[in-house]
């Protein structure tokens, strides 16, 4: 469910280091636009303006509308004095989004939509005789059928692919059969049309819910009696419409593959380490998973009486579920003894409904799980951490301002490939990235990265180009 995803996973907190005005735009306004509820579009226009400096005048700061560290303390209140915190190294070393003359020039994204591998028909073997004869129906249909023989020939072929992938599941069969049957569907541009009968086709939660969608559609009087024109248009704004699709990344929660056993090694004392609410002891342990080896630190304080969090172990279970690049990704892990001091800000933006931050993380690579109201299932700190960990990759990989060459090609793939896997990806290009690595690790290796691979090339070349998907 996106709402509650939006609520569990609060946007990425930044670790910003310079004082942004008016006239700054990027991601970071963004989150500046967030914390302080309003519109996000990204760009620091006079409305924010005004709205820091209610915020700063509120809150006992100097109103000067510019935002430096001490209203990013109050704001957000994630990044740790580095005096304070002597283990880790100064922010100054921190890891600084990639230059864009240290790597090759991305390839433009692909300007075609089919780039997969077709597949061979499924096999017919223990499908029940109904299945297969009200299969076969709808094969018929996708191979005879004339409107289905006019269209372009890429059309009829993926038309004919798809249905012939489902002989256990008519359903899907029906309702490609029939959408390249319409009217409207024939005058629709080819690359749409090809899209709509990948999305359409899918086992995916996508695609089972856009089906659904599309059979309400078109069976609508207001479809049936549109002259072609209308229907065309019928279906691209169902196309474009974001309410018809539903929140993959909530399918299946758990992602795939054999999970590794982490081992723990430590613990060691830290005097000083820096949580949300300033310097305090706390335990080191180190989580080594495969390749990886992640600093876990854990509060010596009790967990805020109420409240549930994640013991080290479910962490370190957490991470030994999570792909390698996830891990690669993050620097360290603290396990925070109180809630964040974000959640008063997030309750006043979204009232009742927000039930507290779940998790929060800097460009650097820092994570922060808080502990919450709800006890959390242990495998959502799986996918959790993939999201909020797919922001750092983002703000890492494209940079943190919007404007850059990198976001850009992020935005034409977004455009180009024409779907979403979540409504809570649209909300933003950020979450949209994050939304998209998620649906892709949890589709790794599986039949359905195929279907996705298929739905969204552009963005597909780009993460396979940025090492994201290896
Ligand atoms: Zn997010």
Redesign the pocket.
């Known amino acids: 469910m996106a709402v509650t ?2 609520f569990s ?4 907190a930044g670790r910003p280091d310079t004082t942004l005005r008016q006239g700054a735009a990027g991601p970071i306004v963004e989150e500046l636009q967030r914390k302080l509820g309003l519109a996000v579009d990204g760009k620091f226009g006079p409305a924010t303006l005004e709205a820091v400096r209610r915020f700063q005048e509120a809150n006992g700061l100097s109103s000067d509308g510019a935002v430096g560290a001490a209203t990013w303390a109050k704001l957000a209140l994630t990044s740790p004095p580095p005096a304070s915190n002597p283990d880790q190294p100064p922010a100054a070393s921190e890891p600084r989004p990639t230059n864009n003359t240290t790597r090759p020039p991305a390839p433009p994204p692909r300007p075609d939509t089919f780039t997969v591998p077709r597949e061979p028909p499924a096999s017919r073997e223990g499908i029940s005789a109904d299945l297969l004869a009200e299969f076969d129906a709808y094969r018929g249909i996708a191979t005879d059928d004339e409107r289905i023989r006019a269209l372009p020939r890429s059309v009829q072929l993926n038309v004919l692919e798809e249905v012939e992938r489902h002989p256990a599941n008519p359903d899907a069969a029906r309702v490609v059969a029939y959408l390249a049957r319409e009217r409207g569907f024939a005058l629709l541009p080819e690359k749409t049309a090809n899209t709509l009968v990948n999305l359409l086709g899918g086992t995916n939660e996508v695609s089972r819910h856009a089906r659904a969608q599309f059979d309400r559609l078109s069976s609508r009087q207001e479809f049936i009696k549109a002259t072609d024109a209308e229907q065309a248009r019928q279906i691209q704004q169902f196309f474009a419409d974001p309410k018809s699709l539903p929140d993959i990344t909530s399918d299946p929660p758990i992602l795939p593959g054999r999970p590794d056993v982490p081992r723990i090694t430590g613990p060691r004392d830290v005097p000083a380490h820096g949580f949300q609410g300033g310097a305090a002891p706390a335990r080191e342990y180190l989580v080594e998973v495969g390749q990886t080896t992640t600093p876990v630190f854990v509060t010596t304080q009790a967990v805020q009486a109420g409240l549930f969090q994640h013991s080290l172990q479910e962490i370190a279970k957490g991470l030994g579920a999570t792909p390698l690049e996830t891990r690669k990704a993050i620097r360290q892990i603290t396990i925070e003894p109180k809630t964040s001091r974000l959640d008063d800000h997030w309750h006043k933006t979204y009232g009742e409904a927000f039930k507290g931050s779940y998790m929060e993380v800097t460009f650097a690579g820092d994570v922060f799980v808080f502990p919450t109201k709800e006890r959390r299932a242990k495998d959502e700190i799986q996918k959790a951490l993939v ?2 960990v ?2 750092i990759q983002s703000g890492q990989l494209l940079g943190q301002n919007y404007d850059s060459a990198e976001w850009r090609r992020w935005d034409a793939a977004i455009a180009s490939d024409g779907v979403a896997v979540s409504q ?1 990806a649209r909300t933003s290009k ?2 949209d990235f ?2 998209t690595v998620t649906a892709f690790y949890a589709a790794r290796g599986t039949p359905k990265e195929r279907e996705l691979r298929a739905l969204m090339p552009a963005r597909y070349a780009l993460l396979r180009h940025h090492g994201v998907l290896s």
Do not use: I, Q
């Open positions: 995803r939006v996973s609060p946007p990425v999201h909020e797919g922001h809570y950020t979450e994050s939304e």
